[in-house]
Nanobody
Framework: QVQLVESGGGLVQAGGSLRLSCAAS????????MGWYRQAPGKQRELVAV???????NYLDSVKGRFAISRDNAKHSVYLQMNSLKPEDTAVYYC???????????????WGQGTQVTVSS
């Protein structure tokens, strides 16, 4: 059993900043990639940022230069620093981790419950 718990969402004015956190816990052997996705009303879920186990990163074009993803392997945690927020960043943000769990011989994706980020005009 693996759980991901997110925190840090909330309300912010345009141009402001938020820092999202996600901690994985449970029967973890190893975590491969971790990432952040978001879904706005009426839109499909999209990848915002991803980070590999060795620290390589990729970002959605619209957030490059504004968002930064990082991780702490010892804490099984991933973070998303969001600066210069825009109203179009408003969405539910979901943490994702590709995890090999104890008792299994494969990796599987696990998801957080989602945290709301709302950016006012």
């Amino acid at each position: 059993q693996v759980q991901l718990v997110e925190s840090g969402g909330g309300l912010v004015q345009a141009g402001g900043s938020l820092r999202l956190s996600c901690a994985a816990s449970g029967s973890i052997v190893i975590i491969n990639t971790m990432g952040w996705y978001r879904q706005a009303p009426g839109k499909q879920r999209e990848l915002v940022a991803v980070i590999t186990s060795v620290g390589s990163t990729n970002y959605l074009d619209s957030v490059k230069g504004r968002f930064a993803i990082s991780r702490d392997n010892a804490k099984h945690s991933v973070y998303l620093q969001m600066n210069s927020l825009k109203p179009e960043d408003t969405a539910v943000y979901y943490c994702n981790a590709n995890v090999r769990a104890i008792g299994t011989g494969w990796f599987a994706d696990y998801w957080g419950q989602g945290t709301q980020v709302t950016v006012s005009s």
